[in-house]
């Protein structure tokens, strides 16, 4: 496939970037406002000989996309903040039992129905904290058509690599709007293949056992071993085990194969930090914003600058702390009450100079509406 470019909306920068990555089993139930990435597959994916799957609700959506991973496929499901509720038990034992998968979220306005067909970034910490539990997530975001692409096939590839689910947070007016995409040639991104165990048939295979890089080699379902697969804490034979010190180990495995990459797992822009006086934090839709006002005020010699999150969690809090450290004043800018607010003021030095410019009415965050809370900010001299 040559180079392509497409005027497209934001759900289906994502619809390519997932097909891009070898997506090849789709499930899911139609909700606003991500129902045309739904309507996209259900139309892209049998023409290439691959499986949509239209289910009952979003609790059958995601446990038909853990099975089919199990068998060795690419998988994805999409949703919206009500559906995605429903899938939290499912993505719990996702993450319990290492099945890689991805999860797109086009978050609305909540709790319950909200507002269904208007933006909103609420969803943050459910991505993180939606699962009961002890546990860790990997959840990516984007602000552009064409990060919305690469950060599909980011989502796929971190998925294979660390045995995970990974969710991708968009939100409505990323995934509704319309602009340029460049879909590049097969093989100018890096695309990360399943792991699979090379141990032979008939002989003894451990599913949980990690090589020295930290990796969990795969079999296929139902091909030539049997094996375990469970929600419960379980043994390197995928057994279930009461054991401290095995249930002790298992969660930490499950918390540090990604909490000790942060860093490493981290993905960021960044503009104008070198000699910012005042930075902006911001992530999605909000960050074209932000982005918007830092170019215009430092065309009047106002030293402004920005850190867009790609990678919301594991939260990037190193990162965060070099990149303000200069700053006098952090505004967060974000579409919610001040979900990353709260650890982006836990991560820099001086928390009580980090401040919040948002929204929470279901309307696209303006330039003006940053400009006004940066006016508050320089008026108390900081």
Not at 110 to 130: C, E, K, L, M, Y
Not at 151 to 175: C, Q, S, W
Not at 350 to 374: C, H, Q, S, W
Request: a negative charge.
């Amino acid at each position: 496939m040559s180079e392509q470019i497409k005027f497209v909306q934001g759900n289906e920068a994502c619809v390519e970037g997932a097909l891009y990555a070898g997506l090849d089993f789709y499930a899911g139930y139609p909700i606003t406002p991500s129902t045309e990435i739904a309507e996209l597959l259900s139309d892209r994916l049998p023409r290439i000989g691959d499986k949509f799957i239209q289910m009952e609700d979003e609790i059958s959506s995601i446990c038909a996309i853990v099975g089919a991973s199990l068998t060795g496929h690419k998988v994805m499901t999409a949703t919206s903040g009500p559906g995605f509720s429903l899938m939290q038990e499912g993505l719990g034992y996702a993450i319990m039992a290492e099945i890689p998968c991805v999860i797109v979220n086009v978050m609305r306005g909540g709790p319950s129905t909200g507002i269904a067909t208007q933006t909103s970034q609420g969803d943050v910490n459910q991505a993180r904290w939606g699962v009961h539990g002890d546990h860790s997530i990997i959840a990516l975001t984007a602000s552009t058509h064409q990060d919305v692409f690469e950060m599909t096939v980011e989502a796929f590839n971190l998925a294979e690599t660390y045995r995970t689910p990974v969710i991708l947070l968009l939100d409505e007016t990323v995934g509704h709007m319309r602009e340029r995409l460049v879909i590049p040639e097969k093989g100018q991104l890096p695309l990360v293949d399943r792991l699979r165990t090379s141990v032979r048939e008939g002989v003894d295979y451990h599913p949980y056992l990690p090589r020295e890089d930290g990796r969990l080699p795969m079999s296929d379902f139902g091909s030539v071993h049997r094996y375990n697969v469970t929600g419960l804490y379980h043994d390197m034979w995928g057994f279930p085990s009461t054991d401290p010190r095995i249930v002790h180990g298992l969660l930490r495995h499950l918390m540090d194969k990604i909490e000790n990459r942060a860093t490493e797992l981290a993905r960021y822009k960044e503009y104008y930090l070198e000699d910012a006086e005042r930075v902006f934090i911001s992530y999605g839709s909000s960050a074209r914003s932000a982005l918007h006002v830092v170019k215009n005020r430092r065309r009047r010699g106002e030293k402004l600058g920005l850190l867009e999150l790609q990678t919301l969690w594991p939260f990037p809090s190193e990162i965060v702390r070099e990149k303000c450290s200069g700053a006098s004043a952090i505004i967060v800018v974000e579409m919610n009450v001040g979900q990353v607010l709260q650890s982006v003021k836990s991560a820099v030095e001086r928390p009580e100079n980090v401040f919040l410019a948002n929204r929470i009415d279901g309307v696209f965050i303006t330039p003006t509406d940053i400009i006004n809370i940066l006016r508050i900010v320089q008026g108390r001299g900081v």
